[in-house]
């Protein structure tokens, strides 16, 4: 079953904005990962952040991660066109195994 | 980091036939995944791929449905057997990133796009 849940569900902003999405799990987890996908195509890793981690930055992203709370937060800064994509967490288990579990995803909208 | 091909990229298929996706790594590694992701939802893990044993497979998914091959370090293929509507999807194959720990970075595919009419 999904691990997470995000919000939005979707996204709409002006090119130069910033974009925040959120991400909740339910279970304890090693670390939390955020993906992006292109129009139905493959994944590309952004940025993972372990459980014992709060804050970390690559580029023009910002993830946050409360595990008190059971949820992360990814900031996108001087939002462009090429942002336009859907974006999922995905948590990684405490038991060492290697799945990984997928929140219900954020499509986010660039306007130029 | 990981190069992944994933043939076809898509295809069209009658209901009752059956697809073969193949999925080939630039490097060897030891765990593969499978991954469906039904139209406009997120990405639900059917199986997971160990070269030399058989395939591991997710609440709701069996064998006889998605049969998985993973004859060397390199390759693997998904069978989706019997296909009706629903079975339209993307399915999407990933590795782990073999310098990481478990459960941490995966690389994945381009995806298959499958329409079942």
């Known amino acids: 079953s999904q691990q997470g849940e995000e919000d939005p569900q979707a996204l709409s902003i002006q090119e130069g904005e910033n974009a925040t999405m959120n991400c909740s799990y339910k279970t304890s987890i090693n670390n939390l990962q955020w993906y992006r996908q292109n129009s139905g195509r493959g994944l590309v890793h952004l940025i993972l952040i372990r459980s014992n981690e709060r804050e970390k930055h690559s580029g023009r992203l910002r993830v946050t991660l409360d595990t008190s709370k059971k949820s992360s937060s990814l900031l996108i800064t001087a939002s462009r066109a090429a942002d336009t994509a859907s974006y999922f967490c995905?948590?990684?288990?405490?038991?060492?195994?290697?799945?990984?579990?997928f929140g219900s995803g954020t499509r986010l909208l660039v306007r130029p | 980091s990981a190069v992944i091909s994933q043939k076809p990229s898509r295809d069209i298929c009658q209901r009752g036939t059956s697809l073969t996706i193949q999925c080939q790594v630039d490097?060897?590694?030891?765990?593969m995944f499978w991954y469906r992701q039904q139209p406009g939802q997120s990405l639900t893990l059917i199986a997971t791929a160990n070269q030399g044993s058989e395939a591991t497979y997710e609440s709701g998914f069996v064998i006889d449905k998605f049969p998985i091959s993973r004859p060397n370090l390199t390759f693997s293929t998904l069978t989706v057997s019997n296909m009706s509507p629903e079975d339209s999807s993307i399915y999407l194959c990933?590795?782990?990133?073999?310098?990481?720990?478990?459960?941490?970075?995966?690389?994945f595919g381009p995806g298959t796009r499958l329409l079942v009419l």
């Open positions: 995905a948590t990684g288990a405490m038991d060492s195994s290697y799945k990984l579990i």
């Open positions: 990933s590795v782990e990133d073999r310098g990481g720990r478990p459960g941490e970075t995966q690389y």
């Open positions: 490097s060897q590694v030891t765990m």
